[in-house]
């Protein structure tokens, strides 16, 4: 009878599907929101963060499109915040992030009216930047896994939780 047990649960287990692990080389985090600008409005869109050999890539956790490939030689600065709106290192904020990057005050400008603080994470290129909402359980494995992976040391700007 045991053995007739065992037997039933391995046939179980070897004909359901198997969860598509991540490559040795690649982390993957799911419990994160893309804030861009579409059109005239910001939206946050679901997203899937991978970290792979030489670039991290965004992707929509609804259809699974390929949204941002960022390269990390390509990195310019890594920041994190914790607080209503993304910060910024500079000293006059966003302000300044603004005229840098002036799609980045349009998404701004919105988030500013959120009650509670949220786990910011910031990346800059010479040509790009994306801003991502990070949940709080997965914010302290993922900036270790953005250093380990990119090289690039993450500034935490405002306060850091």
């Given at each position: 009878?045991l053995?007739?047990?065992?037997?039933?649960?391995?046939?179980?287990?070897?004909?359901a599907?198997?969860?598509a692990l991540?490559?040795?080389?690649?982390?993957?985090f799911?419990?994160?929101?893309?804030i861009?600008?579409?059109?005239?409005?910001?939206?946050?869109?679901?997203?899937?963060?991978n970290?792979?050999?030489?670039a991290?890539?965004?992707?929509?956790?609804?259809?699974g499109?390929?949204?941002?490939?960022?390269?990390?030689a390509?990195i310019r600065?890594?920041?994190?915040?914790?607080?209503?709106v993304p910060?910024?290192?500079t000293?006059l904020?966003?302000?300044?992030?603004?005229?840098i990057?002036p799609?980045?005050?349009?998404i701004?400008?919105?988030?500013?009216?959120?009650?509670?603080?949220?786990?910011?994470?910031?990346?800059?290129?010479?040509?790009?930047?994306?801003?991502?909402?990070l949940?709080?359980?997965e914010r302290?494995?993922?900036?270790?896994?953005f250093?380990?992976?990119?090289?690039?040391?993450?500034?935490?700007v405002?306060?850091d939780?």
């Amino acid at each position: 009878m045991l053995r007739t047990a065992v037997l039933i649960a391995m046939v179980i287990v070897a004909s359901a599907p198997l969860r598509a692990l991540p490559p040795a080389s690649q982390y993957s985090f799911h419990k994160v929101q893309m804030i861009e600008r579409v059109g005239d409005r910001t939206e946050t869109r679901d997203v899937r963060v991978n970290f792979g050999d030489d670039a991290l890539q965004v992707v929509s956790r609804k259809d699974g499109l390929l949204i941002r490939t960022i390269r990390y030689a390509d990195i310019r600065r890594a920041e994190y915040s914790y607080s209503k709106v993304p910060r910024w290192k500079t000293g006059l904020g966003l302000g300044i992030a603004g005229v840098i990057l002036p799609p980045l005050w349009l998404i701004a400008l919105p988030l500013g009216f959120s009650k509670h603080r949220r786990h910011w994470f910031t990346v800059v290129t010479d040509s790009d930047f994306a801003v991502l909402k990070l949940s709080k359980s997965e914010r302290k494995l993922f900036i270790p896994a953005f250093e380990t992976r990119s090289r690039v040391e993450v500034i935490a700007v405002g306060e850091d939780k």
